[in-house]
């Protein structure tokens, strides 16, 4: 069943500049979906158009069917639609407790105590940080509590932009191991990524995503397998003749 | 020598303290200088005003709750007075600094904050005239406090005020949703909105807040000093100084700096005379911005 869905979708910051250019992806029921795709291929816009913050100018975006293309973004989430941005993910000057205290404290009818209790199990570590200012933790740790804090709303949809981006290669994998696990918690996964390797192999299907449109699709395995995909985008780039 | 000169200081810098909650508020998280905040509080003093007279108008004389020099129909009509200045902050937004702050130019909307500060302060002298007006003409005898201090039981009252305002204040901003919510807008406006903060109700609260301390800030210079039109803009440079020296967006930094800039207003009166009384807060401020622009308690900017 499909949860998610963009319908040819046109999106950019400056009016008649689109960077995202008809783009139509699926993401069904429990799926964790990578979008691929060279610089600027619209991958980032896609996904931030999607959460509301990069304005919209054509097609549509429905969440479970319904329409919430013009929705604005803090609304999203109280439709079941997290999104974790690559940088500047957390707020520095506010603890790790408190950013997550913020998060679940939109939603005025959530236990806190009981939400604080359940990302900490997931997230050990920041349950030892609770009290340090997000400003101060690593890279790593502050994507973790990125994660957390978009978690912590119990999100039906969880999209992340590039949660590898910057980290080493010990947290990479720490990061998709985790995103595995929230995914077997009933979490469906939409993922923009650059570390090609690392993603489609915990992605079930993939979009490559080229000047703004979804140009090639297929289970992440498959996408892997194919010549052409792994010379374009996956690392193994030659010059054309 | 007299020790008097600090607690005039500390009195003046209370009511400079409250005034510069709303500038430092509205400067972190709607990102702009508000000009008007000044007049603001000259609203709220001549709001109170009217309404002490209405008051007692209706009840007849209302005696003042002894020893002080007002009563019930002044502390009604501080809470119309911050009522007043919330609408006043609330309609002049709705009607000129939403629609030019969409268009993302910071400086358009400070200018416009000078305009409605000029509009808002010739309103009052049309209104009121320029001469001043008191709450009450009784004298208050200063009691002595000890070192030579004397204290008059208006000003304990209003310290008291004080105190309660800003911790409540402290504890609204740290404790509550919404607080927090002001704070992570304040830090990074993109990804409050992908928390799922309402930017329209975060902008209501700055508004709110800083109008509702700007008008208890007026009636507190209303009671202690005397009530012009141009008592906001008198203040606006003291409370700008606060607000910078304190850290923009500090609630504790902004009263802590208005202690220090009422002090060291009232020493230079006393050390060197009472004409560089004004200087005081240029020069504060203009230091502050060369040698530490983020202030006691602010942090640098991305």
């Keep these: 069943m499909t949860i998610l869905a963009t319908e040819a979708l046109v999106a950019g910051y400056e009016p008649g500049l689109p960077i995202v250019r008809g783009a139509s992806i699926r993401v069904a029921q429990g799926e964790i979906v990578v979008i691929l795709g060279p610089n600027g291929a619209g991958k980032s816009s896609l996904i931030k158009a999607i959460a509301g913050l990069v304005p919209i100018s054509g097609g549509r975006v429905t969440l479970e069917g319904q329409d919430i293309t013009a929705l604005p973004a803090h609304r999203k989430i109280r439709q079941g639609l997290a999104f974790v941005p690559q940088t500047e993910n957390v707020f520095p000057r506010m603890s790790v407790e408190e950013n997550l205290r913020l998060a679940v404290g939109i939603f005025p009818d959530r236990d806190v105590r009981h939400g604080l209790d359940e990302v900490f199990t997931l997230f050990p570590d920041l349950a030892r940080q609770a009290r340090l200012m997000a400003g101060s933790l690593s890279g790593g740790q502050r994507q973790m509590l990125a994660a957390a804090r978009a978690l912590i709303v119990k999100p039906r949809v969880l999209m992340l932009d590039e949660p590898s981006a910057g980290l080493s290669p010990k947290f990479v994998e720490q990061v998709f191991a985790r995103l595995q696990a929230v995914r077997d918690t009933g979490v469906t996964i939409l993922l923009v990524e650059q570390n090609a390797r690392a993603a489609l192999s915990i992605g079930d299907r993939a979009y490559v995503l080229v000047e703004g449109r979804a140009a090639h699709e297929g289970p992440a395995r498959s996408l892997w397998d194919d010549p052409l995909i792994a010379e374009l985008y996956l690392g193994q780039r030659k010059e054309a003749t | 020598m007299s020790l008097q000169f600090l607690l005039d200081g500390v009195i003046s810098g209370a009511m400079i303290g409250l005034g510069a909650i709303g500038i430092t508020l509205t400067y972190s998280i709607l990102r702009f200088s508000n000009f008007a905040h000044g007049d603001l509080m000259a609203w709220g003093a001549y709001a109170a005003l009217v309404a002490v007279g209405a008051i007692g108008g209706l009840l007849g004389g209302v005696a003042p709750i002894a020893p002080l020099s007002f009563g019930l129909p002044l502390i009604l009509a501080t809470l119309f007075a911050m009522a007043v200045a919330c609408v006043i902050a609330l309609v002049l937004d709705w009607l000129l ?130 009530i012009r039109p141009l008592m906001g803009l008198d203040l606006l440079l003291p409370m700008f100084a606060a607000a910078i020296l304190g850290g923009i967006g500090s609630v504790p930094g902004a009263v802590l700096a208005g202690l220090i800039i009422g002090i060291s207003e009232a020493a230079a009166v006393l050390f060197i005379g009472a004409e560089w009384r004004a200087g005081v807060s240029f020069v504060i401020l203009m230091a502050v911005l060369l040698v530490r622009p983020t202030g006691l308690f602010g942090v640098a900017e991305r």
């Design chain 2, 97 to 226: 600094f939403a629609r030019l702050r969409a268009r993302g130019q910071a400086i358009i909307v400070v200018m416009a904050s000078f305009g409605a500060s000029m509009a808002l302060r010739n309103l009052l002298e049309f209104l009121f005239t320029s001469s001043p007006a008191y709450f009450s003409t009784a004298l208050q005898i200063a009691r002595p406090l000890g070192l030579g201090v004397r204290i008059t039981p208006d000003q304990v009252a209003l310290l008291v005020l004080t105190l309660v305002l800003v911790t409540g204040m402290h504890l609204y901003l740290t404790r509550s949703q919404r607080g927090r919510e002001m704070r992570a807008y304040a830090q990074n406006p993109a990804l409050a909105r992908v928390v799922g903060i309402d930017v329209r109700a975060v902008i209501r609260a700055t508004w709110i807040i800083g109008a509702a301390l700007a008008a208890a800030a007026g009636v507190m210079v209303g009671v202690l000093v005397q």
